[in-house]
């Protein structure tokens, strides 16, 4: 059986998950901040997130699939994120016209994170259609 | 872009997998360059043309 060896990488995001985990036990020490995206804290919020990081980076890791990212891979990204960027603006537009007709309500981290999803959505599918075309 | 790729590729008897792995790509890559929806880099270009033991890439590629 192939054994995995940790790369800069893999490190680098397991620290980043360890911080945000350390991060996140800080602020409920402090009890900073509450009801946060349906948790009880920011803080648990924080600690939920870091967990999550920690196993999908276990998952990739264990994962023997070789992944390569050749000069297609990038280029399509790259016109991905042309896309996605110009969602942004179009849809930052729309955001302007709907709040002078009705003002936006809902809260920063929440817009945020309903935002943050659509645009990953948003890349997804422009990666699989652009991937048909070239 | 039209390309032999399919056809040296055929002559030597590699398969699209090989012929990614030769070169560094994926075998939707290398689909792509032989169905001429890809336009490759100089670089891949050569690289391919080298795997398909061709001297140029004019005989390889073709604009």
């Known amino acids: 059986m192939k054994i995995n060896k940790f790369n800069s990488r893999e490190i680098a995001r397991y620290t980043f998950a360890i911080f945000v985990i350390l991060l996140g036990v800080f602020f409920e020490y402090l009890r900073l901040g509450d009801k946060f995206l349906e948790f009880e804290s920011v803080g648990s919020w924080l600690i939920y997130i870091g967990i999550v990081m920690i196993a999908v980076i276990t998952i990739q890791f264990f994962n023997n699939r070789k992944r390569v990212v050749d000069e297609r891979a990038i280029f399509i990204a790259n016109k991905s994120t042309r896309i996605v960027f110009l969602t942004i603006i179009l849809f930052a537009f729309l955001i302007m016209i709907l709040d002078g007709i009705h003002p936006i309500t809902m809260p920063y981290h929440l817009f945020m994170s309903w935002l943050i999803c659509g645009l990953l959505i948003v890349y997804f599918i422009s990666y699989k259609i652009i991937s048909r075309f070239y | ?63």
């Open chain 2, 1 to 63: 872009m039209k390309t032999k790729i399919t056809f040296y590729r055929n002559k030597l008897k590699i398969t699209q997998e090989e012929l990614a792995d030769l070169v560094g790509v994926t075998r939707q890559t290398i689909i792509s360059l032989e169905q001429g929806r890809y336009n490759p880099s100089l670089e891949l270009a050569n690289k391919i043309t080298k795997v398909l033991k061709r001297k140029y890439i004019e005989e390889v590629f073709k604009i």
